[in-house]
C-alpha cells in the first residue's frame, strides 16, 4: 500500500511541471444503490458501464458520502457485455453520522468524446448521485435495484424503447422522471439537453418505460433517469441512472413482441406464459427476462426458449408461486427481444405484469347473540397473514369477484367493521350493539406483510337472536367494593299461549357474569311468577366490576320443562377514566340491546356533597377538561334510550357505578429538535434546539443532554439544563471532536420526552503537517512540528522521502520531530522538496479510523527563503 502510493507520489512529483490530459474517455452509464445494513450503517453498490476499447479501466473509485467523508472504494466485480461494453461494481461499506439526508456521489473524468448533447464531453467529468434517507421511522429501506442493463442500440427515424427494470424488495412505490445529466461535483452540465426527438421523448412515470420517438441525428447520446422511492405517501430516496444511447442510420427494423397483458396467480399455481416475437427482417432474435420473480431464492421464475427460427422466437415464462411471493403491487418482469442484425442490434420491450394473491381464509361460521354475532373462520393453508379484515353488509350480495380482484369494491356495500390477529371476532358495532330485525352478512378478508389482501371468503348471513325475555334495565343501583346493588328488569313476555306445549307453570331463570359479554355466565337466582319481572342483584363489586345478565324463561311443567326462546344478555354501563395533564376521558362500556341515544355525565360537588350534570354526549367518550392535577373526581353517567317491543317504542333509563379518577400529567412533552454543528477551531460542539413550549407542549422546565463518542455504544445523558428558555450548550469532547447527541425535554411532573433524533457530527480532522521549515540553526522553526492539539492522535507512522524515493526520515511520534537530518547519516539534509506519507489513527465515531495524508516539506537551509537546492 505504501509502495503503491509512494510510486503515485513520485510520479505526481516528476510531472508536477507538466500540463497534460490524462483523463479518460470510458464512461458510458452508471448508477448508484445500496442496502441498509443497521440503523445508520449502508452498503453501496456503484455499477459503471465503460468502454472496453479505451485504453482506460479503473480499479477504484472515490465516494464522496454526503456527510463530509471520501472513501476510496476497489472494483468487487467485473463483467464483459456486448457491444465493447464492460459492467464495473464497486461495493463499500459507510455509517452514516445520525439521520439526515445524503447525497451519495460518485465522480469520474471523463465522459465518451462525442456525446452530441453534451458540449465538450471528452473533458465533462462523468458522475453520478443517489439520495439517501436515514430515518429510523421509516423503517428497514433498501435502494431499487436496477435490473436492465443500459446497453441497448437505436436507430434513426424508429422508435427506441428502454426500461431500467427498477425492482423494489420492500415493495416501495417507484415514482420515474428524466432529469439532466451532472458533471464535476454534481452539478448540472452546462448546456445539456434532452437528445432531440422527432415527436418526442418521455417516461413513463409509473411503469419506467422510457420512449424515443423517433431519433432524427445519429450518434452517441446521453440521458438521466431518476427513479423516487415512496412510502405511505412519504419520499424516502432517490437514484439516478445515466445512460449512453448510440444511434445509427440502418435499414433495419427492430423486433416486435406480441402484447402481453397481466396475469394473476394463487399462490401454490404456476404461472405459465408463451411470449412470442417476430422480426419483419427476418433476423434471428434473441429473448430475455428480467425482473423480481427471478431473484428469489426460493422457487424462483424461469424463462426458458421454446422455439427460434429466423424473424421468429418464442419462450415460455414459468413461475411455481410460495407465499413468500404475496406481494401488494404486480411484479414487473422486462422481456426484451434483440435481433442479430449484422451492423446494429435493435430490440422491443414489453412488460409482464404478474400477481401473486395470497389465499383467503374459509370455514366462516356466524352465531348470533341478541345484540352482537360472534365470528370464527380458518386461517389460510400454509401462507400466515399478518391479520384479517372483518367487512359486513345488511342482506346478501352474490358478489364474484374476477382472477386480478382482490379485497371488496368499495361499491359492494360491506362495510369494514374490525380487525383481528386471529381468526374470532365479535360484531357488536363497537360496542353499540347491533340492531334487531336484519340479516347481516359477512366476509373475512386476509391482508399479508404489505398490505397485500387476499380474495374474500365466502359469505356467511345471520339474523340476530330475538331475545326472550327481552331485558329493559341494567340498573346500577348502588357503588361499593362489597354490597354493591344492580337492578335488572325485563318485560312480561306475551303470546305464551302460542308456544306448544307452554301451559306452565313458568319459572325465570337469572344467569350473572363478571364481564361485558356473558362469557362467564352463572346461575345466581330464580323466580316463578310471571308478573315478577324485576331482580335486585346485591353483594356485588360494583366499584371495580362490570357485570352482564341473561333472564331465562323456562316452562316447568312436570315431564315437560324446556327453555322457552333465546335469553337476552345485556351488561352495566361501566366507566373506565383516562387521567391526564388537567383532564379526564371517561369511556361508556356496554353491551345492551337497547339504543342509548344520549348519555348525561355527572361529577360529585364536594360543596354540596350531590352528583352534579356537567355535560350532555351522543358518543360514548367524553372528556372532561380544565381540571386540576392532584385532585380527585369523581363520575357517574345515565344513560337514556329506548326499546322496542311488538313496534312499541318504550324509554330506558339505566346509571352507570361510580368512578373516580385524579389527573396528573403523565404525557410525555414532545421531543426537541435539535442541530449540531461543529466549531473545529474552539475545540467544541454547538447544540441548539427549539423550545416545545412554544409549539407542542406547555410546561417544560428543562432538557437532559445525552452524548456518545461512537456509534457502537449507547447514548449517556451529560447534563441536565434548567430552564425551558435555554435551547443551546456547548460541548468540549475529551478524546474527538466526532460524537453523537440527543436531547429530551422535561417536563414540571418529572415526564421526560422521547429523545430527539440522534444527530451526530464527525467534520474535524485537527491533525495538520506544515509544508515549509528551516533547520539552518537560527534558532526559527529548525524542527519540524505537526500542528494542532495531539491528543487526537492514538497511533502515527510516518515517511518522509527526497526526490529520488530514498527514505530520510521516519517517525511514530505524534509531534513528528525532525530536526532535518537524514536518519541513516544524521547529516542535515540538503535543501529542497520533500514529501511524505502520514498514516494517522484517529478515533471518530466508527470507531478508531486510519486516515492517510499526503504532502510535501520546503525544507530552507539558507538565510533567504529563495534557496532551495536543486540537488
Known amino acids: 500500500m505504501i509502495f503503491n502510493r509512494l510510486y503515485i507520489l513520485i510520479l505526481i512529483f516528476t510531472l508536477a511541471v507538466c500540463t497534460s490530459n490524462l483523463y479518460a474517455t470510458h464512461n458510458r452509464a452508471g448508477e448508484i444503490t445500496y442496502v441498509q445494513i443497521s440503523e445508520l450503517t449502508f452498503e453501496i453498490t456503484v455499477t459503471t458501464y465503460t468502454y472496453?476499447?479505451?485504453?482506460?479501466?479503473?480499479?477504484?473509485?472515490?465516494?464522496?458520502?454526503?456527510?463530509?467523508?471520501?472513501?476510496?472504494?476497489?472494483?468487487?466485480?467485473?463483467?464483459?457485455?456486448?457491444?465493447?461494453?464492460?459492467?464495473?461494481?464497486?461495493?463499500?461499506?459507510?455509517?452514516?453520522?445520525?439521520?439526515?439526508?445524503?447525497?451519495?456521489?460518485?465522480?469520474?473524468?471523463?465522459?465518451?468524446?462525442?456525446?452530441?448533447?453534451?458540449?465538450?464531453?471528452?473533458?465533462?467529468?462523468?458522475?453520478?448521485?443517489?439520495?439517501?434517507?436515514?430515518?429510523?421511522?421509516?423503517?428497514?429501506?433498501?435502494?431499487?435495484?436496477?435490473?436492465?442493463?443500459?446497453?441497448n442500440q437505436a436507430a434513426q427515424y424508429k422508435t427506441f424503447l428502454h426500461n431500467p427494470g427498477a425492482f423494489d424488495y420492500e415493495g416501495d412505490s417507484l415514482v420515474y422522471s428524466l432529469t439532466n445529466c451532472t458533471g464535476e461535483d454534481g452539478e448540472d452540465i452546462v448546456g445539456y439537453s434532452l437528445p432531440p426527438a422527432t415527436k418526442s421523448i418521455v417516461i413513463n412515470s409509473i411503469t419506467g418505460d422510457l420512449v424515443w420517438e423517433t431519433p432524427p441525428d445519429v450518434g452517441g447520446f446521453n440521458l438521466a433517469i431518476q427513479i423516487e422511492e415512496w412510502r405511505n405517501g412519504i419520499k424516502i430516496g432517490a437514484i439516478t441512472r445515466d445512460m449512453q444511447i448510440d444511434v445509427f442510420a440502418t435499414e433495419n427494423n427492430p423486433p416486435e413482441i406480441d402484447s402481453i397483458g397481466e396475469i394473476c396467480v394463487?399462490?401454490?399455481?404456476?404461472?405459465?406464459?408463451?411470449?412470442?416475437?417476430?422480426?419483419?427482417?427476418?433476423?434471428?432474435?434473441?429473448?430475455?427476462?428480467?425482473?423480481?420473480?427471478?431473484?428469489?431464492?426460493?422457487?424462483?421464475?424461469?424463462?426458458?426458449?421454446?422455439?427460434?427460427?429466423?424473424?421468429?422466437?418464442?419462450?415460455?415464462?414459468?413461475?411455481?408461486?410460495?407465499?413468500?411471493?404475496?406481494?401488494?403491487?404486480?411484479?414487473?418482469?422486462l422481456i426484451n427481444a434483440k435481433d442479430d442484425h449484422p451492423e446494429v442490434n435493435l430490440v422491443d420491450v414489453e412488460r409482464l405484469l404478474v400477481k401473486v394473491i395470497g389465499p383467503e381464509p374459509f370455514g366462516l361460521i356466524?352465531?348470533?347473540?341478541?345484540?352482537?354475532?360472534?365470528?370464527?373462520?380458518?386461517?389460510?393453508?400454509?401462507?400466515?397473514?399478518?391479520?384479517?379484515?372483518?367487512?359486513?353488509?345488511?342482506g346478501s350480495l352474490n358478489y364474484v369477484h374476477d382472477s386480478c380482484t382482490t379485497g371488496l369494491p368499495d361499491n359492494s356495500g360491506y362495510e369494514f367493521v374490525g380487525e383481528s390477529e386471529d381468526t374470532a371476532h365479535i360484531d357488536n358495532d363497537n360496542g353499540e350493539g347491533l340492531v334487531q330485525g336484519f340479516d347481516y352478512c359477512y366476509r373475512i378478508i386476509a391482508e399479508y406483510a404489505d398490505g397485500a389482501q387476499s380474495f374474500p371468503s365466502d359469505e356467511q348471513c345471520t339474523s340476530l337472536a330475538l331475545g326472550f325475555p327481552n331485558i329493559t334495565n341494567v340498573s346500577v343501583e348502588s357503588t361499593d367494593l362489597t354490597n354493591g346493588k344492580i337492578m335488572v328488569r325485563w318485560a312480561k313476555p306475551t303470546r305464551l299461549d302460542t308456544i306448544p306445549g307452554a301451559i306452565g307453570p313458568f319459572k325465570y331463570i337469572i344467569y350473572r357474569s363478571d364481564d361485558q359479554y356473558g362469557m362467564r355466565l352463572e346461575r345466581i337466582?330464580?323466580?316463578?311468577?310471571?308478573?315478577?319481572?324485576?331482580?335486585?342483584?346485591?353483594?356485588?363489586?360494583?366499584?371495580?366490576?362490570?357485570?352482564?345478565?341473561?333472564?331465562?324463561?323456562?316452562?316447568?311443567?312436570?315431564?315437560?320443562?324446556?327453555r322457552i326462546g333465546i335469553p337476552q344478555l345485556a351488561s352495566s354501563i361501566f366507566l373506565e377514566l383516562l387521567p391526564s395533564d388537567n383532564q379526564v376521558e371517561i369511556n361508556i362500556l356496554k353491551n345492551t340491546p337497547w339504543f342509548d341515544n344520549e348519555y348525561v355525565i355527572y361529577r360529585f360537588n364536594n360543596s354540596t356533597a350531590e352528583f352534579d350534570s356537567i355535560a350532555y354526549s351522543t358518543d360514548r367518550t367524553f372528556t372532561d377538561t380544565k381540571l386540576k392535577n392532584g385532585v380527585n373526581y369523581c363520575y357517574k353517567v345515565k344513560s337514556i334510550g329506548s326499546y322496542v317491543i311488538d313496534t312499541v317504542e318504550t324509554s330506558t333509563i339505566n346509571w352507570s357505578h361510580e368512578n373516580c379518577q385524579t389527573p396528573e400529567d403523565f404525557q410525555r412533552p414532545c421531543p426537541p429538535a435539535l442541530n449540531v454543528v461543529s466549531?473545529?477551531?474552539?475545540?467544541?460542539?454547538?447544540?441548539?434546539?427549539?423550545?416545545?413550549?412554544?409549539?407542542?407542549?406547555?410546561?417544560?422546565?428543562?432538557?437532559?443532554?445525552?452524548?456518545?463518542?461512537?456509534?457502537?455504544?449507547?447514548?449517556?445523558s451529560i447534563i441536565r439544563i434548567e430552564g425551558a428558555e435555554i435551547t443551546s450548550f456547548e460541548h468540549f469532547p475529551a478524546e474527538s471532536m466526532g460524537g453523537c447527541y440527543a436531547v429530551a425535554a422535561i417536563d414540571s411532573f418529572n415526564n421526560e420526552s422521547d429523545a430527539s433524533y440522534v444527530q451526530c457530527v464527525d467534520d474535524c480532522s485537527y491533525y495538520e503537517l506544515p509544508n515549509v521549515f528551516s533547520p539552518n540553526g537560527d534558532g526559527v522553526n529548525d524542527v519540524y512540528f505537526a500542528t494542532n492539539p495531539l491528543e487526537y492522535v492514538k497511533k502515527l507512522e510516518m515517511n518522509i522521502y527526497n526526490r529520488w524515493g530514498e527514505l530520510v526520515y521516519h517517525t511514530t511520534d505524534p509531534l513528528i520531530n525532525w530536526d532535518g537530518k537524514a536518519q541513516n547519516t544524521n547529516s542535515p539534509v540538503a535543501a529542497g522538496v520533500y514529501y511524505y506519507i502520514c498514516d494517522v489513527w484517529e478515533p471518530r465515531i466508527s470507531g478508531l479510523e486510519l486516515r492517510n495524508i499526503v504532502g510535501f516539506i520546503h525544507v530552507y537551509t539558507g538565510t533567504a527563503i529563495g534557496e532551495i537546492s536543486n540537488e
Not at 96 to 108: E, K, N, R
Not at 126 to 139: A, E, I, R, Y
Not at 310 to 333: D, L, M, Q
Not at 367 to 380: C, S
Open 52 to 151: 472496453t476499447l479505451s485504453n482506460v479501466d479503473r480499479t477504484e473509485l472515490e465516494v464522496e458520502w454526503g456527510d463530509g467523508t471520501f472513501t476510496t472504494v476497489p472494483r468487487y466485480e467485473l463483467l464483459t457485455l456486448p457491444d465493447y461494453y464492460q459492467r464495473n461494481r464497486y461495493v463499500a461499506r459507510h455509517t452514516f453520522p445520525g439521520p439526515g439526508i445524503y447525497v451519495i456521489l460518485v465522480q469520474d473524468p471523463n465522459r465518451n468524446y462525442g456525446v452530441e448533447n453534451i458540449p465538450n464531453s471528452v473533458n465533462t467529468v462523468f458522475s453520478v448521485k443517489t439520495t439517501l434517507f436515514v430515518n429510523p421511522d421509516f423503517g428497514t429501506n433498501n435502494a431499487p435495484v436496477l435490473l436492465n442493463p443500459p446497453i
Open 266 to 333: 394463487l399462490v401454490g399455481d404456476t404461472a405459465n406464459v408463451l411470449i412470442k416475437s417476430t422480426d419483419l427482417d427476418l433476423n434471428s432474435i434473441e429473448l430475455s427476462a428480467t425482473g423480481g420473480p427471478f431473484l428469489f431464492e426460493t422457487s424462483p421464475a424461469t424463462f426458458q426458449e421454446v422455439s427460434s427460427i429466423p424473424g421468429e422466437a418464442v419462450s415460455k415464462f414459468t413461475w411455481i408461486t410460495h407465499c413468500n411471493h404475496i406481494r401488494k403491487e404486480p411484479y414487473t418482469v
Open 366 to 394: 356466524t352465531e348470533p347473540g341478541n345484540a352482537f354475532i360472534r365470528l370464527n373462520w380458518n386461517a389460510p393453508i400454509d401462507c400466515v397473514p399478518d391479520k384479517y379484515l372483518i367487512y359486513r353488509r345488511v
Open 525 to 562: 337466582d330464580s323466580l316463578e311468577t310471571l308478573e315478577d319481572t324485576s331482580f335486585l342483584d346485591s353483594g356485588l363489586n360494583t366499584t371495580g366490576t362490570q357485570y352482564s345478565y341473561e333472564i331465562a324463561l323456562y316452562n316447568v311443567t312436570p315431564g315437560n320443562r324446556f
Open 679 to 716: 466549531d473545529c477551531d474552539n475545540l467544541k460542539n454547538i447544540l441548539t434546539w427549539n423550545n416545545p413550549n412554544l409549539t407542542c407542549a406547555n410546561d417544560v422546565i428543562a432538557y437532559k443532554v445525552y452524548f456518545v463518542q461512537n456509534t457502537e455504544m449507547s447514548l449517556d
